[in-house]
């Protein structure tokens, strides 16, 4: 997605068969609004509207399937939301990291390159590369490449509110 000032935000990357737009076939205010980029060839399938409403009438698994997919597309933006409103970098790493954390483990294996944060929070590359040092100078995590190891989880929680 990008701002009026040309700043860019990747939402995501959705592999295939992922579905584009799901959330927009529906509504008054259907515009896709972010850009589409393939990073790997790729083959579109378009699915008209009336043909669709058809494909959700004579199969009840398709709808349910249909209403799954558009009930988790809305959580997601939910929680990206919730995320790109976290005020600084470092509570943005820390969000991110807790949320790989979930199931209470105290390591996780981070799944994207700083770059690929980088673009994802919307910042400078290098500021990453800060964030990271700064939060193990502060012993919220020990980092090794991409495993990180919660060291203070209530520091870590509180630094996403910074």
């Not at 083959?43 to 709808?63: G, N, Q, S, T, V």
């Not at 790109?84 to 390591?107: D, H, S």
């Not at 290098?126 to 980092?143: C, F, K």
């Amino acid at each position: 997605m990008v701002d009026f000032a040309g700043k860019v935000i990747k939402i995501e990357d959705i592999q295939a068969p992922g579905a584009l737009a799901s959330a927009f076939l529906f509504g008054k205010g259907n515009l896709f609004p972010v850009n589409v980029v393939a990073i790997t060839g790729c083959e579109i399938m378009i699915i008209r509207k009336e043909e669709f409403l058809k494909l959700l009438r004579y199969d009840e698994r398709i709808l349910v399937n249909f209403l799954d997919m558009i009930s988790d597309r809305s959580q997601f933006l939910s929680d990206k939301i919730r995320f790109l409103n976290f005020r600084t970098i470092r509570g943005k790493l820390a969000g991110y990291i807790l949320n790989l954390a979930r199931e209470g483990r105290p390591a996780v294996y981070l799944d994207r390159t700083q770059n690929d944060l980088a673009e994802y929070f919307g910042v400078a590359r290098p500021s990453i590369g800060r964030a990271m040092a700064e939060m193990e100078s502060l012993g919220l995590i020990s980092a090794k490449g991409k495993s990180v190891t919660i060291l203070d989880l209530r520091g870590l929680k509180k630094a996403v509110s910074e």
